[in-house]
């Protein structure tokens, strides 16, 4: 990671802390994942190597610049998805700045329909990060939208644990794939949708 891109990850993780103790209404805040959750998508997503990325849930763009940095040496692009008007404005100044636009498509749309109308297999990682009670709702799109040997990752999965039980439930009853929740920041649940499909 480059020393531009780095400095600014650590300045919009302080911006976030700082807006998110500070505001009470739940949609001014950023609710950035945490430093090692970021660490752990560039890990597994450099290691795939992943060329086509979604992200649902941008905010301020955080999690989403953790993504690029990771695709930027590959020519691979992040598909970050956010509804809220204002919040597609912050996270366009902050990729901007960042260097890494040529890597990220934002698109201010509801994950739903953006979900509904993708072609199938066409992201290798799909990263959500948004309502986590629509998730078992979009999981058919999800399962068909990911490639054979595609991963979906989901932040929230210890922190909201009670939010994650029928939607682990419904993914754990998917004949081809695997499931893990690994304790890295507030929870991934970690799904990996096999290459053989049952
Ligand atoms: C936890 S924050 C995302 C934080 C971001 N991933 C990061 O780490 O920097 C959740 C975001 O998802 C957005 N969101 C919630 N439901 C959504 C939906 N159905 N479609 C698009 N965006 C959604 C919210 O507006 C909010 O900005």
């Known amino acids: 990671m480059n020393g531009r891109v780095a400095s600014l990850l650590r300045e919009i993780e302080a911006f976030g802390k700082a ?3 500070r505001v009470a209404d739940r949609s001014q805040k950023m609710l950035n994942i945490t430093p090692d959750t970021g660490e752990f998508l560039s890990i597994l997503a450099r290691l795939q190597p992943a060329k086509r990325v979604l992200e649902i849930g941008t905010s301020n763009g955080y999690s989403t610049l953790w ?3 990771a695709l930027s040496g590959t020519d691979g692009i992040v598909e ?7 919040k597609v404005r912050l996270a366009q ?5 960042s260097g890494l636009s040529r890597c990220i498509s934002l698109v201010e749309a509801d994950g739903a329909q953006v979900l509904a109308a993708a072609s199938d297999s066409v992201y290798d990682f799909v990263f959500l990060d948004s309502e986590r009670t629509e ?23 210890i922190s909201h644990k009670h939010e994650f039980e029928q939607f682990t439930e419904v993914v754990r009853r998917t004949p081809s794939c695997s499931v893990c929740l690994v304790p890295v920041g507030k929870g991934q649940l970690l799904i990996l949708k096999h290459r053989e499909l049952a």
């Open 19 to 21: 807006n998110d103790a």
């Open 67 to 69: 993504l690029a940095d």
């Open 80 to 86: 970050t998805v956010e509804r809220n008007p204002e």
């Open 93 to 97: 100044v902050n990729f901007e700045r």
């Open 135 to 157: 998730y078992v709702s979009w999981w058919p799109h999800i399962l068909r939208v990911v490639r054979p040997g595609g991963l979906v990752v989901c932040d929230n999965a």
